[in-house]
């Protein structure tokens, strides 16, 4: 009996020796924990999946809407459908969009970004969306579906993310004051406007969109008039006649449009709208170029007087030394329009001048352009109206007592135009512009094949540059 004992009690302490099949029977009770625990993970990472689909729809519709906003007639009520209605062509992946909605705002938190707002004025769209996301290992805990919400709020366009000098040239030789065959300019108060009626009112658009507050503005049209030898910039007259232009190269040549009374020639405006999109009437740019959509109308004192032929190749060098001489830091920017080629004669000079200066007219406006952005980081817009395919940059040989390059593109022009092409006036203005993002045309014969821009009016080019300058963005509200 004792012996019997014995060998129980040595196969119980051998059994418990024994730990062979020990991890089977811990990983037997733990796989379903594991499987559980790794389930009710998937039905959170898709919750957080759900949550971030979701916010990158918000962020897309409100960035949507204010794209439309910041169009060529854009609204506020439109900027609010295209939000609203965003998700319904843009299903969200995972998730089950119940309700959107949108809305206008005024944000001043941001007053270095986006454009002055009022009560009734307002800067931003901001977008609120709700939806669910299905379960799975949840649903046997009674949640079968979790709801998720976000919202995002996107600045209307016209805002600067840096503070800018924007000098505009207008083109105002007598062909501007053509009745414009540009069917989608369209200026309150005129049946049939002018060229420079439509480009006038695209300077009002720059510069209600712009931030009076941070951005400067200059106005420069030629041809010029005369200044003086302290005071090189004009002012239009509101009544009476305009005095004669004087010819290009001339000692002392005015281009610019005074900002106040006795300003020099390297002074820009800053006090040429309120704030809140509203141009101020008494500041003498703004009576300059007029404000057409006013509820009280204000007509413009510039004109398309003519007088002298096209040459822009000074007065681009005139618009870059005044961006140079400012010196507060800001982004230069050069906005330009013109319809017609650099085709000056001899007597659309001084005396003497002619014959030291060309004869390749469009060349030397471009090795100008290019200057101002290679040499000194400005941002050169182009805007070309109606400009001819085939003529309109001819050399001129007769009357010149040095030798110039022909009228073709050289290497220091390259602006994605072939080498040795003859210039025209819409290869010149496509040349002008800094890259070809900033590029514009009126006419479909006259595009740019790498640029994003496709044909406009004169009004929604502008518009567009607006936009450019302050584009919409996502901010925090």
């Known amino acids: 009996m004792i012996f019997r004992f014995a060998s129980v009690l040595r196969a119980l302490r051998n059994a418990c020796r024994d730990r062979r099949g020990i991890t089977a029977m811990v990983v037997g009770f733990s796989v379903p924990v594991i499987v559980g625990v790794a389930s009710m993970g998937v039905d959170y990472a898709l919750v957080i999946a759900g949550k971030t689909a979701l916010q990158a729809n918000a962020d897309a519709a409100a960035l949507a809407g204010a794209q439309t906003w910041s169009a060529s007639g854009g609204t506020a009520n439109a900027a609010q459908t295209t939000a609203q209605t965003w998700y319904s062509s843009h299903p969200v992946q995972g998730v089950t969009v119940t309700s959107a909605s949108a809305s206008t705002q005024c944000l001043t938190t941001y007053a270095n970004v986006l454009p002055s707002c009022s009560s009734s004025s307002p800067n931003v769209v901001k977008v609120t969306e709700t939806g669910t996301v299905n379960t799975y290992m949840w649903r046997f805990f009674g949640?079968?579906?979790?709801?998720?919400?976000?919202?995002?709020?996107?600045?209307?366009?016209?805002?600067?993310?840096?503070?800018?000098?924007?000098?505009?040239?207008?083109?105002?030789?007598?062909?501007?004051?053509?009745?414009?065959?540009?069917?989608?300019?369209?200026?309150?108060?005129?049946?049939?406007?002018?060229?420079?009626?439509?480009?006038?009112?695209?300077?009002?658009?720059?510069?209600k969109q712009l931030i009076a507050a941070q951005d400067n503005v200059g106005l420069l049209v030629f041809p010029g008039t005369a200044g003086t030898s302290t005071n090189q910039t004009w002012t239009p007259p509101c009544s009476g006649s305009y005095t004669s232009p004087v010819p290009y190269r001339t000692s002392n040549i005015a281009y610019q449009i005074a900002n106040t009374s006795g300003a020099t020639n390297s002074t820009l405006d800053n006090a040429y709208n309120s704030g809140v999109g509203t141009l101020t009437h008494s500041d003498p740019l703004v009576k300059a170029v007029g404000d057409f959509a006013s509820s009280t109308a204000l007509a413009a004192c510039l004109q398309a007087r003519g007088g002298e032929g096209t040459y822009y190749a000074e007065i681009l060098a005139k618009a870059t030394s005044l961006l140079t001489a400012q010196t507060n830091g800001y982004q230069n920017v050069i906005i330009m329009l013109s319809d017609g080629g650099s085709s000056a004669t001899s007597s659309d000079f001084a005396s003497g001048a002619y014959a030291t200066y060309g004869p390749s007219q469009c060349n030397q406006a471009v090795q100008q352009a290019y200057n101002a952005a290679n040499s000194h980081s400005i941002w050169v817009y182009s805007i070309a109206y109606d400009s001819n395919t085939t003529s309109g940059c001819p050399t001129y040989t007769s009357g010149h007592t040095t030798t110039y390059d022909t009228n073709t593109v050289s290497a220091s022009t390259t602006a994605g135009v072939a080498l040795g092409t003859t210039w025209t006036p819409c290869l010149t203005m496509q040349a002008i512009a800094s890259d070809p993002t900033k590029f514009f045309s009126t006419s479909s014969g006259c595009r740019l094949s790498t640029s994003p821009n496709s044909y406009s009016s004169v009004n929604s080019a502008f518009q567009q540059v607006a936009g450019a300058l302050g584009m919409p963005r996502l901010v925090q509200n």
């Open 143 to 207: 949640i079968d579906a979790v709801t998720i919400s976000t919202s995002a709020t996107a600045g209307k366009s016209g805002g600067g993310s840096v503070p800018l000098n924007v000098v505009i040239v207008i083109d105002a030789t007598a062909s501007m004051g053509n009745t414009t065959d540009d069917t989608g300019c369209a200026v309150p108060g005129y049946r049939s406007p002018t060229k420079f009626e439509c480009a006038l009112y695209g300077a009002q658009t720059i510069m």
